[in-house]
Nanobody
Framework: QVQLVESGGGLVQPGGSLRLSCAASGSVRSISVMGWFRQAPGKQRDLVATITMYDSTDYADSVKGRFTISRDNAKNTIYLQMNMLEPEDTAVYYC?????????????????WGQGTQVTVSS
């Protein structure tokens, strides 16, 4: 089975920075698309950023110019560098993976989610 494990959340002051990581473990040969979503209390889960295995990226308008997503295909890991953080960025951040091909060439036709990591931006 495949698992996504996030790390790097925490408490930071407005204007500060954090870096999130998400590693896929298990029988993974390749992952087509990975990304970050976030969910604030009482709100729906929204897209933050995605990155394909060919390093094509997409960002929510609210984070463009402040957040950068990157990935290490050899490690099946993605990162989210978050700069100039604002109180509105406070949320639980979830890692997502789609289009996973296993080492035995089994294709998982479903989304995988991490357990989430809390990011709090407050003075």
């Amino acid at each position: 089975q495949v698992q996504l494990v996030e790390s790097g959340g925490g408490l930071v002051q407005p204007g500060g920075s954090l870096r999130l990581s998400c590693a896929a473990s298990g029988s993974v040969r390749s992952i087509s698309v990975m990304g970050w979503f976030r969910q604030a209390p009482g709100k729906q889960r929204d897209l933050v950023a995605t990155i394909t295995m060919y390093d094509s990226t997409d960002y929510a308008d609210s984070v463009k110019g402040r957040f950068t997503i990157s990935r290490d295909n050899a490690k099946n890991t993605i990162y989210l560098q978050m700069n100039m953080l604002e109180p509105e960025d406070t949320a639980v951040y979830y890692c997502n993976a789609n289009g996973i091909l296993s080492q035995t060439n089994y294709y998982y036709n479903r989304n995988f989610w991490g357990q989430g990591t809390q990011v709090t931006v407050s003075s």
